[in-house]
């Protein structure tokens, strides 16, 4: 059974940074590329960025481009989000996705965690 975890979130001002970590269990996770998607109240999910499974690939929403790093430890089965510079329009529940291949191509990740609030005051 796979199982995604998120942690990380949390209140923060404007301008301030958090790094979020997705901790995975139930798969062969160095096999499988992974993802981190938010939803703010009212809206939809939406994408922030993936990366593939080796950590050679990643693409970014332009809403967090230059802002924002994804990046993984196989090692420890964890991927983990880089947030600088957050804006009160970044607030919303982070999910963390996986996908049960090594590119993540144009679609929604098989896999979801709970998620966690992240918040950003102004």
């Known amino acids: 059974q796979v199982q995604l975890v998120e942690s990380g979130g949390g209140l923060v001002q404007a301008g301030g940074s958090l790094r979020l970590s997705c901790a995975a269990s139930?798969?062969?996770?160095?096999?499988?590329?992974m993802s981190w998607y938010r939803q703010a109240p009212g809206k939809g999910r939406e994408l922030v960025a993936r990366?593939?499974?080796?950590?050679?690939?990643?693409e970014y929403a332009d809403s967090m481009k230059g802002r924002s790093t994804i990046s993984r430890d196989n090692s420890k089965n964890t991927v983990y989000l880089q947030m600088n510079s957050l804006k009160p329009e970044d607030t919303a529940v982070y999910f963390c996705?996986?996908?049960?291949?090594?590119?993540?191509?144009?679609?929604?990740?098989?896999?979801w965690g709970q998620g966690t609030q992240v918040t950003v005051s102004s």
């Open positions: 996705g996986g996908y049960s291949t090594s590119y993540y191509r144009s679609r929604l990740p098989d896999y």
């Open positions: 139930g798969l062969i996770f160095s096999g499988y590329a």
């Open positions: 990366i593939s499974s080796s950590g050679l690939a990643t």
